[in-house]
């Protein structure tokens, strides 16, 4: 599908901003940083609080942490992408899907779920158009179809 230089240029944006957005919630989680608890709490939490097991526990940190890094820099992007909407769901259905939209007047004790439904919107663009022309993606189909053609035409 060809696509405007234009729409390349907001796919990046979003991929990037997506990426770097979500990669520093993921940091709280792996790393601590930014205010976060870090792995040991992260996990903890995870699985002794919400009840998640222990690899897919592992798996939302890392996809947080470094798959978002993967997406900003446009590698694996509906993949990275998907896991993203699977974790916002997750979040909204385990912890602030009770809270309804948002704390307006601060009397629950969390907050609501409009950022992951943002996020949720927002990665389902990337899934459903791939990482864009500004993208590892492209970069890799680009090198991996150079090398079907010089293929074809020894055979």
Do not use: C
Request: aromatic content about 12%; hydrophobic content about 55%.
């Amino acid at each position: 599908m060809k696509t405007s230089k234009i729409s390349d240029i907001s796919l990046l944006i979003l991929r990037a901003s997506l990426g770097i957005i979500i990669a520093a919630h993921g940091a709280q989680k792996l790393l601590g940083w930014f205010g976060g608890f870090g792995f040991d709490a992260s996990m903890a939490f995870f699985t002794n609080t919400i009840g998640l097991p222990y690899v897919l526990s592992l798996l939302i940190i890392l996809a947080e942490s470094i798959g978002m890094i993967a997406l900003a820099l446009g590698l694996f992007s509906r993949v990275f992408a998907a896991s993203l909407i699977a974790i916002m769901l997750g979040a909204i259905l385990t912890t602030h899907g009770e809270y309804f939209f948002m704390n307006w007047f601060n009397a629950q004790p969390s907050e609501g779920f409009e950022f992951h439904i943002l996020v949720i919107l927002l990665s389902l663009v990337v899934v459903l158009n791939g990482g864009g022309s500004y993208s590892l993606d492209a970069v890799i189909h680009a090198k991996i179809s150079t090398k079907r053609k010089l293929a074809a035409l020894f055979y």
